[in-house]
């Protein structure tokens, strides 16, 4: 019979597996669109949607990351549990404590995100933040930004430029997110192997 951990894990990984079908077919239909009628509303759409998908992947693994926490029997405390929740405690005008949204900026948050998943999962792993990928996501997120507060019409135009960045930047994320999934299972591959060496040797 599984238990509670394994029903709730088994039903984030079907989480994470269906936003990640949805949000890659989005992206994909609207890039087929854009190559075949290259306009503006196109180019800000493929914008919304790749970003849906970074921050949608994103908040998937921070509930994967709780609930392995939660199974080792501790609760995160403080910056890391309003960065993994996305919530803080606040008092309202009626001294009630409230909860009220808690953001970090992707420059910060994913690797910050990376860091604490390999930490959950006991792997030392690195993000690289050198690549020119993520220099290209940060400068597309001030493009999305932009484009979404927009101050004058000209800030809702995306340039060929801007549209190569978007894809290099989101191209960067999927590569450095299997990186990291790769670790991880090697990691558990090696503790799996040290345990049948341990179970030998007695």
Same mark, same amino acid.
């Given at each position: 019979m599984e238990s509670d951990f394994d029903i709730e894990f088994h039903r984030i990984n079907h989480e994470f597996l269906d936003m990640r079908t #949805? /949000?890659?077919?989005? !992206?994909?239909?609207? /890039?087929?669109? /854009?190559? $075949?009628e290259n306009r503006q509303v196109l180019r800000r759409a493929v914008y919304r949607a790749m970003f849906a998908y970074i921050e949608g992947i994103v908040f998937v693994l921070k509930k994967e990351m709780q609930l392995f926490q939660k199974q080792e029997g501790w609760r995160p405390q403080g910056r890391k549990m309003r960065f993994l929740t996305e919530q803080n405690e606040t008092?309202? *005008?009626? $001294?009630q404590v409230v909860n009220v949204p808690y953001h970090v900026? =992707?420059?910060? $948050?994913?690797?910050y995100?990376?860091? !604490?998943? @390999?930490?959950?999962?006991?792997l030392e792993f690195e993000l690289d933040t #050198?690549?020119? $990928?993520w220099t290209c996501l =940060?400068? @597309? @997120?001030?493009? *999305?930004?932009?484009? #979404?507060?927009?101050?004058?019409?000209?800030? /809702?135009? !995306?340039?060929?430029?801007?549209?190569y960045i978007m =894809?290099?930047?989101?191209?960067?994320?999927?590569? @450095?997110?299997?990186?990291?999934f790769d670790e991880c299972g090697k990691s558990y591959l090696q503790r799996a192997e040290a345990l049948r060496r341990c179970e030998v040797d007695n």
């Open positions: #949805t /949000l890659v077919n989005d !992206i994909q239909v609207l /890039l087929c669109q /854009l190559n $075949g008092v309202n *005008r009626s $001294g900026p =992707l420059s910060r $948050g994913i690797p995100v990376f860091r !604490i998943y @390999a930490d959950v999962h006991w #050198t690549n020119h $990928g =940060l400068k @597309a @997120a001030k493009v *999305r930004n932009r484009v #979404t507060h927009p101050k004058c019409v000209q800030d /809702l135009v !995306i340039s060929d430029e801007e549209v =894809l290099h930047g989101v191209n960067w994320f999927d590569s @450095a997110l299997k990186n990291l």
